[in-house]
């Protein structure tokens, strides 16, 4: 097991109509907020107005930005700088999913910095400090509700890169699984592709004698597992969405990467896919994640056999242990099909005609993944093995 510190100092407030507490939480860092939010779906559950009364019920002023798509665009956070900027705002609030909580994140850090947001995406400068945010999150998918990363898209060139900072986990963030109930069953799938992703990114790794964190990513993987098809088929199962959402912020809290080193690959690969095609960030993870597992395995079948006999309950088969191994991989693809996702790049209408472009700008700055090291080529490979 690797050294490590393990701090997450996000309070997480959850349950149904903790929404109610938004106000009193935020007062706490400031009496001027940048409200921020995506494309709608507050004001149609109407969370929106629950928020603003929350808020003004506390003597708040707020301001606002809605209009966060998802894959979050550089030119909405330059907005969103400008007016914390003139109107020295002290906190933002994030209402809604991981695109909404990575915009947030953005602003604050560019609060601190007299040069270009983008500058921080491309390595040019460093984050140093970030605004207070707080969350109330709609959707259990990025887990960017605690993490200390942000994902943003630049449309001059259509990048999409990641940044992280200690400074830009929020100060809170509500979880009810009530305001879930509205989401649509492909947005539903979407997010629980993605909390399996960050589980498996921590999993896939070649640190030995991490049985501790082995196990609690296999509960979560499971837990998630066992859920889904219910979210799915019942949007308003409060047991299973609340299951949900508790797993989706411990795949990316980070607590399940504790002591050991993580790959990353396929969440790089992807994020060069819904960079370009704008797809859902989930819906890409469920192409490119088994691809990549088909290409690595052989790497350690041992651990690709103990995903599929702890995970997804495989009788290992001790004459032929490969076998067992593509029988793990072939399960999850299966499962990601059964939630509605595609598993293809041809179902999601994507062809090979940027699989070099991809791959180049994936790979610029330095290979790929750390359980195996991927290099231009390889990430071509794993596209064309996603077709
Ligand atoms: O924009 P609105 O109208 O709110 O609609 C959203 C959006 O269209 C809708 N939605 C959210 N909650 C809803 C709802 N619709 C009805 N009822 C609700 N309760 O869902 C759509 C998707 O929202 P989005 O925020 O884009 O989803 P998600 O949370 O999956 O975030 C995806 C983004 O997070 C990044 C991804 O790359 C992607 O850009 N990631 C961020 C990470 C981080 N910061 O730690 C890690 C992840 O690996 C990921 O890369
Ligand atoms: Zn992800």
């Known amino acids: 097991m690797q050294n490590f510190i393990f701090q997450n100092a996000t309070k997480i407030i959850f349950g149904k109509e903790t929404e109610l507490q938004v106000g009193q939480e935020t007062v706490a860092f400031g009496k001027k907020v940048l409200l921020h939010?995506?494309?709608?779906?507050?004001?149609?559950?109407?969370?929106?107005?629950?928020?603003?009364?929350?808020?003004?019920?506390?003597?708040i002023e707020i301001f606002e930005l809605g209009g966060v798509k998802p894959n979050p665009r550089v030119s909405l956070v330059r907005e969103g700088v400008t007016i914390c900027k003139e109107n020295q705002i002290d906190f933002i609030?994030?209402?809604?999913?991981?695109?909404?909580?990575?915009?947030?994140?953005?602003?604050?850090?560019?609060?601190?910095?007299?040069?270009?947001?983008?500058?921080?995406?491309?390595?040019?400068?460093?984050?140093?400090?970030?605004?207070?945010?707080?969350?109330?999150?709609?959707?259990?998918?990025?887990?960017?509700?605690?993490?200390?990363?942000t994902v943003i898209t630049n449309e001059d060139g259509w990048y999409k890169r990641?940044?992280?900072?200690?400074?830009?986990?929020?100060k809170f963030a509500i979880l009810n699984p009530v305001l879930t109930y509205t989401l649509p069953s492909y947005q539903t799938a979407c997010g629980i592709t993605d909390m399996i992703a960050h589980i498996l990114e921590r999993y896939f790794?070649?640190?030995?004698?991490?049985?501790?964190?082995?196990?609690?990513?296999?509960?979560?993987?499971?837990?998630?597992?066992?859920?889904?098809?219910?979210?799915?088929?019942?949007?308003?199962n409060y047991a299973a969405?609340?299951?949900?959402?508790?797993?989706?912020?411990?795949?990316?809290?980070?607590?399940l990467s504790t002591g050991r080193i993580g790959d990353w690959a396929?969440?790089?690969?992807?994020?060069?896919?819904?960079?370009?095609?704008?797809?859902?960030?989930?819906?890409?993870?469920?192409?490119?994640?088994?691809a990549w597992m088909k290409y690595v395995y052989k790497h350690d079948v041992n651990r690709f056999i103990q995903f599929a006999n702890r995970v997804w309950d495989?009788?290992?088969?001790?004459?032929?242990?490969?076998?067992?191994?593509?029988?793990?991989?072939?399960?999850?693809?299966?499962?990601?099909?059964?939630?509605?996702?595609?598993?293809?790049?041809?179902?999601?209408?994507?062809?090979?005609e940027h699989f070099e472009e991809m791959a180049k700008k994936g790979t610029e700055r330095?290979?790929?993944?750390?359980?195996?090291?991927?290099?231009?080529s390889d990430v071509v490979n794993i596209y064309k093995l996603a077709k």
């Open 266 to 290: 396929s969440h790089d690969i992807e994020h060069e896919v819904s960079g370009i095609y704008d797809i859902a960030h989930g819906a890409g993870l469920a192409i490119i994640f088994p």
């Open 366 to 376: 330095w290979p790929l993944g750390n359980f195996v090291k991927l290099h231009q």
């Open 162 to 170: 990641a940044v992280g900072h200690e400074s830009m986990r929020p």
């Open 241 to 255: 969405r609340a299951e949900i959402m508790w797993a989706g912020t411990l795949a990316h809290n980070d607590l």
């Open 37 to 59: 939010y995506g494309g709608g779906s507050i004001k149609e559950s109407g969370l929106y107005d629950t928020v603003v009364e929350s808020l003004t019920k506390q003597g």
């Open 205 to 236: 790794t070649n640190e030995k004698n991490v049985e501790l964190t082995d196990r609690l990513c296999e509960a979560t993987l499971k837990t998630i597992i066992n859920n889904a098809h219910t979210v799915i088929e019942e949007p308003t």
């Open 93 to 149: 609030l994030a209402v809604g999913g991981g695109s909404v909580i990575d915009s947030a994140k953005a602003i604050a850090a560019a609060v601190y910095y007299d040069g270009d947001v983008w500058d921080f995406f491309e390595g040019k400068a460093n984050v140093t400090d970030c605004l207070p945010i707080g969350v109330v999150l709609t959707i259990p998918a990025a887990g960017s509700e605690t993490s200390g990363g």
């Open 314 to 352: 495989i009788e290992i088969d001790l004459n032929n242990l490969e076998k067992t191994a593509l029988a793990g991989i072939k399960k999850m693809e299966q499962f990601f099909s059964s939630i509605g996702m595609p598993i293809t790049l041809s179902e999601a209408n994507i062809g090979e």
